[in-house]
């Protein structure tokens, strides 16, 4: 079928995105191709993978799928020993990032839906399906993960916003063939247009004195 | 029954604990909402949710009992934003995280015992849920664990010896309707006491020449 | 079984090489007994508990076989009181540390195999239970970890060579008796001589431009 098809595409672009956005945090830490290989298969598939856990969906999706896996293989050594590239693919990464992060996101509710969780929960399992690679990638990399960051322009809201627009429209009877790309279509949008115009999370007013 | 209304007021009490200590320390990272309530999450129902991972309990609690997570993404945005709340509450935290350490850990050798482990796992599931998600808070944020350092005071420790008061008690025949409370006062009592004087475990006498 | 035998002797020397590690690493955070139990743990435990629930072997195979989590806990204080006797472990802990990487990656490549899955899973699993507990010790000490750097000298290659050295070796009909010990010999030697002769990973040409 041919919405099949394009999710396939789009979540290869997202399965993409994360290995370039893996290997350019292991080539800032000074990793070597192990690392890269590491950083990159848990950005890429790390959100999924804590997903299936936390639903019991065992063995989890890249062993019952091996595509995804190969797919991250593959690309890591190529990006990671070609520094142009690298520096290509990070300047033009936020088109296929915004895509993948609304692919993975319908794929993470519709996990949870098919389990028969409530809409509260596919609601999450769409957020940490769609965002919790980059955490783990920002883990294990040492740093404070930029995903929970002012700078990160809404990426999580995106997401779970984009999840109640799936769920909803598969409430009401829409079909899996207008509902999947209507979802993702709003993920990318409300993406760029927060990178474009650097929308953020309303702050707290006090700021926290340091002790 | 009476008993159970008690733990459920006591583990609520330690979610909101776990809360204020995930928030706070999202504060100190300056990370916005989105982080707040991911660190609060991870504080209050990381223990229970690694416990449910090991024992192979999926999908895990919070997914079968909605309340918890409920509980924990309504009250995140309102310590999240009201500063002043944020500093009454640590200021007082020390109280309600001594009773949801002891119920957390009653509730993980519950878990265990369940499952038919032997005691020695079952306390150690006791313990995992009392205190790991005070580790992947730090974790997650960046810091080596407050709880593996000397200034924690017999965080591990009270939950460690409490998980054994209620084993012990269980295997003696005592109803659980005393053994629960003894258990949970226990590590309330101990956990006080440790943090009035200070105590700590014993350390190692000769240092580590560092390199 | 005599080959059996030898199997339980060199993950018992793997598992004391991961305390010895942990354990190392906790005492220059300054971490107390609670801490070194803790990263001990992770270090010798935490690759083949990722490779259970990754598969969805549960209860984890230190819950199945407490044997692992008896002299994993055993060890530690003695570990962690005697500076001196730390201080020679660390010296020496080479030659335990590359047996126990043979003797996990084939106890993870066993897993998988068992389970049916590909022999490039196969290959994963192993890979993933040699190395993994390093890396969870690196990231609970707030380090970035080890594993994925230059000094490391092959670790996780060797490990990946020998996961298909046992793989092949099985496919090949050979039996389990002569097919084990080559591979856990395979690895040993491999990673004696990458540390000897400060083998690495070919590094990327172009260094990246920091911001």
Redesign the interface.
């Known amino acids: 079928m041919p919405v099949d098809w394009v999710m396939r595409i789009i979540s290869a672009l997202g399965v993409g995105a994360g290995v370039v956005s893996g290997v350019m945090e ?11 290989v ?2 990159a298969f848990l950005t890429a598939l790390g959100g999924g ?1 804590l997903r299936d ?4 969906h ?3 999706f890249w ?1 019952r799928d ?1 595509n995804y ?2 797919l991250t293989l593959a690309l890591t050594p190529v990006v ?2 070609s ?2 590239l ?2 290509l693919s990070v300047r033009s990464i936020i088109v296929p990032d915004a895509l993948g992060l609304g692919a993975f996101t319908v794929m993470g509710v519709e996990a949870g839906l098919a ?1 028969g ?2 809409m ?2 596919a609601s ?1 399992m769409g957020v940490i399906t769609g965002v919790f690679g980059g ?1 783990l990638r920002d ?7 930029l ?4 700078d ?1 322009y809404l ?3 995106c997401s779970l916003l984009g999840a109640w627009v799936y769920i909803l429209a598969t409430k009401l009877g829409w079909l899996h063939t207008l509902a999947l790309p209507l979802a993702v279509a709003f993920v990318f949008i409300l993406r760029l247009l927060a990178v474009r115009f650097n929308i ?9 004195s ?1 002790r």
Chains 1, 2, 3 share one sequence.
Not at 147 to 150: A, G, Q, S, V
């Open positions: 292991a080539r800032r830490k000074r990793m070597d191709l192990v690392g890269a590491a950083v993978t856990l936390l639903l019991g065992t063995p989890v062993i091996e896996a190969y990671f020993y520094t142009r690298l520096r389990d969780t409530s509260f929960i999450l955490v883990v294990i990399c040492n740093e404070v993960p995903l929970f960051k002012k990160i990426y999580a809201t953020s999370l309303p702050e707290p007013r006090t700021p926290l340091e």
